[in-house]
């Protein structure tokens, strides 16, 4: 069924989105996503990061170790920002559009 709403044109599959942490930051910083995809963080540093909801609907990627990853499903259409509790310095933001 989602392939028939797909090629009307009236949706879209959800799609997987990655960001790589590294350098003390995440690449990319700004990521447009729609609802129901999911977002992927893969920590490529040594220290460990999380990715966690700064403000509105909260969540958070728990600790990531080197080589570890962390997902998202984004809902709510709007800006999420998030960042590191670990290292508040690193900042990121995901906005979600309508599927």
């Known amino acids: 069924m989602v392939w028939l709403l797909v090629l009307l044109g009236l949706g879209r599959a959800p799609t997987t989105h990655t960001v790589e942490i590294r350098g003390m930051e995440?690449?990319?910083?700004?990521?447009?996503?729609?609802?129901?995809d999911t977002v992927v963080w893969v920590n490529r540093d040594i220290v460990p990061h999380t990715a966690t909801a700064t403000g509105g609907t909260k969540w958070d990627t728990g600790q990531l170790t080197q080589g570890q990853a962390g997902r998202y499903i984004a809902h709510a259409r709007g800006t999420a920002r998030y960042a590191c509790t670990l290292h508040p310095t690193m900042h990121g933001k995901l906005i979600i559009t309508n599927n």
Do not use: R, S
């Not at 700004?30 to 129901?36: D, I, P, S």
């Open 26 to 36: 995440f690449h990319p910083a700004v990521l447009t996503v729609a609802a129901g």
